[in-house]
């Protein structure tokens, strides 16, 4: 049996971890590429490597981890340290991914939560690509909840393709500004319109 593996984008507060969970208590495997990113910063010496020559050793910390807050600052002010971190976990992160994908073509039902889906060309081999979407009012909310400040939030939002143009190219839009069982209730009313174009 072919089973529909789908890439979740959107912007920055939106939910795509959300609409991840959601799908995953229906027995959808979920891959997450910012958990991706994350492993690699941690756990590969050569990433690691690399990020402090483009960083500096202020990036890390006394126990030897990198501080992504403190890359964070630094590569969201300099887009020449951006695009060269992107490039450098970027190809990693796609490898690992569509090995996933691959193989769970023949065994669940997946999807991938990646942010940057468009920004990165990654957009060949999906059944559907959906995008998550809210008003910035919404988005800045949630994110200040997190104890983003408006500058830090503009900041990111700039490096990253407009949410419009997100949702223009993607092939359902899914609007998350009410409740979660609002969420919810979409959610599995357009998987279920998924499975059965996959039949």
């Not at 951006?82 to 569509?98: D, G, N, S, Y």
């Not at 359902?172 to 998987?191: A, F, H, M, P």
Request: hydrophobic share 40%.
């Amino acid at each position: 049996m072919r089973h529909p593996t789908i890439g979740i984008t959107g912007g920055m507060g939106c939910g795509k971890s959300e609409v991840g969970r959601i799908l995953s208590e229906i027995g959808v495997e979920i891959m997450d590429s910012d958990a991706l990113s994350h492993d690699l910063l941690r756990e590969d010496e050569s990433v690691k490597t690399a990020v402090i020559a483009l960083c500096g050793p202020d990036v890390q910390r006394a126990d030897g981890e990198l501080d992504r807050a403190a890359i964070a600052a630094q590569v969201f002010s300099d887009e020449s340290k951006r695009k060269a971190l992107e490039a450098l976990i970027h190809p990693r992160v796609w490898e690992t991914i569509q090995r996933w994908r691959t193989a769970r073509k023949n065994v669940a039902p997946a999807a991938a939560l990646i942010p940057l889906l468009f920004e990165a060309g990654l957009t060949d081999g999906w059944d559907a690509i959906w995008c998550i979407s809210a008003p910035d009012a919404v988005v800045n909310e949630r994110l200040r909840g997190r104890g983003w400040s408006l500058e830090q939030i503009e900041r990111r939002r700039r490096v990253q393709l407009p949410l419009e143009e997100k949702m223009r190219r993607s092939d359902l839009v899914i609007r998350n500004e009410g409740t979660r069982e609002e969420l919810k209730t979409n959610i599995l009313e357009s998987w279920t319109t998924l499975l059965k174009r996959s039949k």
